[in-house]
Nanobody
Framework: QVQLVESGGGLVQAGGSLRLSCAAS????????MGWYRQAPGKQRELVADITSGGSGNYADSVKGRFTISRDNAKVTVYLQMNSLKPEDTAAYYCYLHNGLGQVYWGQGTQVAVSS
């Protein structure tokens, strides 16, 4: 079993920054992709960004140029640096890991709130 523990959410003013972290533990079959989804109240969960084992990142159009995803393979940790935050970025952010067997694991979520 794989466990994902997120940290770094909080309340910030528009234009501010936050950095989310997600550390994975357990037996992980590679290669694996890690990333972040988010879900705002009343909306569907949407992909924010993900990153392959080789370090290739993929971003939603709404966050390109503002968010940066990175990973530390030795620590099995993924980071999401969020800059120039907007009120519409307010959501619960969920970390996920998609392993080499096609299994997907989710974190419990961390709340991000951006005030205008």
């Amino acid at each position: 079993q794989v466990q994902l523990v997120e940290s770094g959410g909080g309340l910030v003013q528009a234009g501010g920054s936050l950095r989310l972290s997600c550390a994975a533990s357990g037996t992980i079959f590679g290669p694996y992709v890690m990333g972040w989804y988010r879900q705002a109240p009343g909306k569907q969960r949407e992909l924010v960004a993900d990153i392959t084992s080789g370090g290739s990142g993929n971003y939603a159009d709404s966050v390109k140029g503002r968010f940066t995803i990175s990973r530390d393979n030795a620590k099995v940790t993924v980071y999401l640096q969020m800059n120039s935050l907007k009120p519409e970025d307010t959501a619960a952010y969920y970390c996920y890991l998609h392993n080499g067997l096609g299994q997907v694991y989710w974190g419990q979520g961390t709340q991000v709130a951006v005030s205008s």
